[in-house]
């Protein structure tokens, strides 16, 4: 399967401080990429969908001022949450589908502590 | 909407035996796909089998297969001859194929237990 890379794997920072976490397609180009967000023992959840060259397209309830989202180029889709708070500790996931396999493939997550 | 449901939070098996998880979901489109996925403790997601409506051919991936009811929108994962690398959450998944954004909606998963 395709390969996705996430980076940093874990983050520890202060409240009100912001963070970028970057996701990384390396075989192939990709112009859509997804980022979720899950919680302990709980299910992921869609935040938003990142296209290269647009505007990302943002779940309802989620605030895209506040989880900004860049998709510059066919590989690389950044998440940047910004003016942290404890409660966007939490593990977060990107995606990226391949059309060729028709599937998503993740990367191996973000865990965010805001302290 | 659609919706996906795991009924099973938590299941168990003895190694080298056969385990089955349970998913149904609800949607009114005919053009579909579905998944499943894994997630050991890692975290890391890995595909473990995909499905097309449109076929009637259930989906196998050597120890792992599906049975997929269309008619009943059932969609379970059957695991032979389980194995200790077998634990993990188990998330079923669906993906509109008439719908733009090719977004996943998972279910709540199903943790599963190997015991030796």
């Known amino acids: 399967g395709a390969v996705v890379s996430q980076h940093p794997s874990r983050v520890i920072c202060k409240s009100g401080t912001s963070v970028k976490i970057e996701c990384r397609s390396l075989?192939?180009?990709?112009?859509?990429m997804f980022w979720y967000r899950q919680f302990p023992k709980q299910s992921l959840m869609l935040m938003a969908t990142?296209?290269?060259?647009?505007?990302?397209?943002?779940e309802q309830g989620v605030e895209k001022d506040k989880f900004l989202i860049n998709h510059a180029s066919l590989t690389l889709s950044t998440l940047t949450v910004t003016s942290a708070h404890p409660e966007d500790s939490s593990f977060y996931i990107c995606?990226?589908?391949?059309?060729?396999?028709?599937?998503?493939?993740f990367g191996p997550g973000t865990r965010l502590t805001v302290l | 909407a659609q919706t996906v449901t795991q009924s099973q939070p938590e299941m168990s098996v003895q190694e080298a035996e056969t385990v089955t998880l349970s998913c149904t979901y609800d949607?009114?489109?005919?053009?579909?796909?579905l998944f499943w996925y894994k997630q050991p403790p890692s975290r890391q997601m890995i595909l473990v089998i995909r499905?097309?409506?449109?076929?009637?051919q259930n989906a196998t991936e050597n120890r792992f297969s599906v049975n997929f009811q269309k008619a009943a929108k059932s969609f379970s994962l059957k695991i032979s001859d389980s194995q200790l690398g077998d634990a993990a959450m188990y998330f079923c998944?669906?993906?509109?194929?008439?719908?733009?954004?090719?977004?996943?909606?998972f279910g709540e998963g199903t943790q599963l237990t190997v015991n030796p």
């Open positions: 995606s990226d589908r391949q059309p060729a396999a028709d599937t998503q493939y």
């Open positions: 075989d192939f180009q990709a112009t859509t």
């Open positions: 990142s296209n290269e060259g647009s505007k990302a397209t943002y």
């Open positions: 949607t009114s489109e005919s053009d579909y796909y």
């Open positions: 499905q097309e409506a449109y076929k009637q």
């Open positions: 998944a669906y993906r509109s194929e008439e719908t733009s954004g090719s977004r996943l909606t």
